[in-house]
């Protein structure tokens, strides 16, 4: 079964392998960096690039209306939903009937896609941050000081001992383990409907309302799918709102995908990978 995995993994990362992705997602990312970098720029004198990555990663505030600040945190997901969310379903419709009994059993195959789907989720978010940091860099100074974490413009301030560290674990564990949750989610429903569109439509549709919902309302902050990334809403950040620690996220993200699994094991079972057309994706 572990050799069958690594034969899926390995056909799916060299698909994965066109210029055109990496270089468009290289530099939406400096761009975020770079115009977080300039605000922060023009909000103080001593900023580094770590105000400018922060920012970058804080996503939309309960209190706050930046239209800018909550693109910033939507785009990049909505981009990898995109991306990523359909390469089970594809392969199903286009050669799952003999993908899958070369792979040995249905259970093989889908592990397989799930472990893709983890392995671009770190990747992506390494991606994220590596670039956006380089974006910050061309404007603002390279240092590993810590200092307080400022926003300005809106009304919290970040806690004052908060460290590099802190930050690295808190932006890597919660993005990869969202991103990945959610992604799960779209690729399930998508070979469920065998509609892909309608599952990237869905995972998309989540993403907005947490951000929409969780808006001036802080009781349902730590409820909803998408908020499990947004750093500047969970309690370390923003006292306001109660319960929303880096446990629950983790936890949050975990009951999910349990749920995923089991009802994607119970499906994958049952589907037909013999009677789908091309067709019926559209």
């Keep these: 079964m572990i050799r069958g995995c690594l034969v899926v993994l390995g056909f799916n990362l060299r698909s994965f392998g066109k210029p055109w992705k990496s270089l468009l997602i290289s530099m939406l990312f400096v761009g975020i960096g770079m115009s977080n970098a300039f605000e922060v720029k023009s909000a103080m004198d001593n900023g580094n690039i770590w105000y400018a990555v922060l920012l970058s990663f804080a996503g939309p505030s309960v209190w706050g209306s930046s239209l800018t600040q909550a693109l910033t945190w939507l785009v990049p997901h909505v981009l ?84 590099i560290a802190d930050l690295l674990l808190w932006i890597f564990s919660l993005y990869i383990g969202t ?52 750093l500047s809403r969970h309690t370390f950040l923003d006292p306001s709102i109660q319960g929303f620690t880096f446990g629950w996220s983790l936890l949050y993200n975990g009951l999910i995908l349990l749920l995923m699994l089991g009802g994607s094991f119970w499906h994958i079972r049952r589907m037909d990978i013999f009677g789908a057309s091309l067709a019926e994706i559209r």
């Design 179 to 230: 991103l990945f949750t959610l992604i799960t989610v779209q690729m399930f429903i998508s070979i469920w409907w065998r509609r892909s569109f309608h599952a990237y439509v869905l995972v998309v549709a989540v993403s907005i309302l947490s951000w929409l919902l969780g808006t001036d309302q802080p009781e349902l902050v730590r409820w909803l799918p998408g908020s499990q990334s947004m």
């Design 80 to 163: 990898f939903f995109y991306l990523v969310g359909n390469i089970a379903n594809e392969e199903l419709l286009n050669r799952g009937y003999a993908i899958v009994p070369l792979m040995g059993s249905r259970r093989t195959w889908w592990l397989g896609k799930l472990l893709l789907a983890f392995l671009l989720s770190m990747g992506y978010t390494l991606l994220w941050f590596l670039f956006v940091s380089l974006g910050a860099a061309f404007v603002l100074p390279v240092t590993w000081a810590a200092h307080p974490f400022l926003h300005s413009g809106d009304p919290w301030i970040f806690p004052s001992n908060i460290n």
